[in-house]
């Protein structure tokens, strides 16, 4: 049986990934950043070693060891963690982070996946464990925005576009054609809390794949969390990249957004 890695960070994508590559027949064994991986996810792998989040080497070496030549990154890994946390980087990190030109999410994972690469383990898509979790083209509730709504995810679909050509965040939120907040390091939900809050209830949030979007990493994720955040500013419609973005639990999420009368809309991009 082919054994898959698992690099797995904050989050329920990891437990998702394990169990649709253990239904397409392979052995799961997965690399658990801590403290950022969720510990239910000992239970959906075959095999498992808890590695601070800022050892790279033995992150590496764990793969290798346990036989990985292809892995899935999935879990978010909060950037913050380089500037406020007591998380020290080992030597093989330190020496990536010096060889950086800048701090933008893609030159960091490049890096790491050129680093894995050094090593024999080649990164893949995580679309390729999720296909039934991807957002399809159209409203996906029963609720369904309005024209005013449209006009908004028209507008902040290119204000969205733009913040990830340069790599700053892939969420926008608008209301009335206007940008109540744009995510950068803090994260899509806390960047939805901070432009509900000026947009008092009513708001539009988009999020959207970067152009020319690298699959392996970094790709688009709703949830729970994001959508709990929506209710907490009464946000009205969620917009989404067909095709591009993976709803964790997807049917869950869309029965929630109904019955908090939010409006959740994929929508493909006509230029990337």
Request: with cysteine.
């Amino acid at each position: 049986m082919k054994t898959v890695g698992l690099i797995a960070g904050m989050g329920d994508l990891p437990k998702a990934i394990a169990a649709e590559a253990r239904a397409k027949g392979f052995r799961v064994f997965a690399a658990a950043l801590e403290p950022l991986a969720d510990r239910g996810l000992s239970a959906c792998v075959d095999d498992i070693r808890w590695i601070n989040v800022g050892k790279l080497g033995e992150i590496i070496e764990s793969l290798k060891s346990s036989g990985v030549k292809e892995a899935v990154m999935a879990g978010k890994v909060p950037k913050s963690l380089l500037y406020k946390s007591r998380i020290i980087p080992d030597l093989r990190a330190m020496k990536l982070l010096f060889t950086l030109k800048d701090r933008r999410d893609d030159s960091i994972l490049l890096a790491i996946t050129k680093e894995l690469e050094k090593d024999g383990v080649t990164l893949l898509n995580v679309t390729d464990f999720c296909s039934d979790m991807l957002a399809v083209d159209g409203v996906m509730t029963e609720g369904r925005p309005t024209r005013d709504e449209l006009k908004d995810i028209a507008f902040g679909w290119k204000t969205a576009k733009e913040l990830g050509r340069v790599d700053v965040g892939q969420t926008v939120v608008v209301k009335d054609r206007a940008v109540m907040a744009v995510e950068a390091i803090e994260g899509t939900n806390e960047a939805i809390r901070r432009g509900g809050r000026y947009a008092a209830e009513g708001a539009v949030v988009v999020k959207v794949s970067k152009p020319n979007q690298d699959f392996r990493f970094d790709v688009p994720v709703v949830g729970p969390n994001t959508l709990q955040a929506m209710i907490e500013v009464k946000a009205r419609v969620l917009a989404v990249e067909a095709g591009k973005t993976i709803l964790i639990g997807k049917g869950d999420l869309l029965t929630g957004a109904d019955r908090s009368g939010i409006s959740v809309v994929g929508r493909r991009s006509e230029v990337d």
